[in-house]
């Protein structure tokens, strides 16, 4: 496997339930289509460094590693491989 980091990124989010549905990068938006996998890293990190909460999603037949930094705001997107086929769909 492997991990591309995209810079220039940003995650729009659904306000009620907070989990990412859209990927904006390079002028493209993708919608995300199906949520792999939530991993929420508040007791495991530094106060230097904060808690964070890393999604795994499907967008445009491509996975990605969405983490949200939880004292600054700001999404980390990484690319890491293909998506494959029987995710359950985004709610």
């Known amino acids: ?3 591309i980091k995209v810079p220039g990124s940003t995650v729009s989010v659904d306000r009620v339930s907070g ?3 859209e990927i904006r990068t390079g002028g493209e ?3 995300v289509t199906a949520l792999v996998s ?3 890293e508040r007791a495991a990190y530094p106060s230097a460094v904060g808690p964070r909460t890393v999604f ?3 967008a445009r037949g491509a996975r990605y590693r969405l983490t949200q930094r939880h004292l600054d705001g ?3 997107v990484e690319e890491i491989g293909r ?3 029987g995710y359950a769909r985004a709610a």
């Open 1 to 3: 496997m492997f991990s």
């Open 19 to 21: 989990r990412p549905r």
């Open 29 to 31: 938006r993708l919608p």
């Open 38 to 40: 939530v991993r929420e």
């Open 56 to 58: 795994v999603v499907a």
């Open 74 to 76: 700001s999404w980390v």
């Open 83 to 85: 998506a494959e086929a």
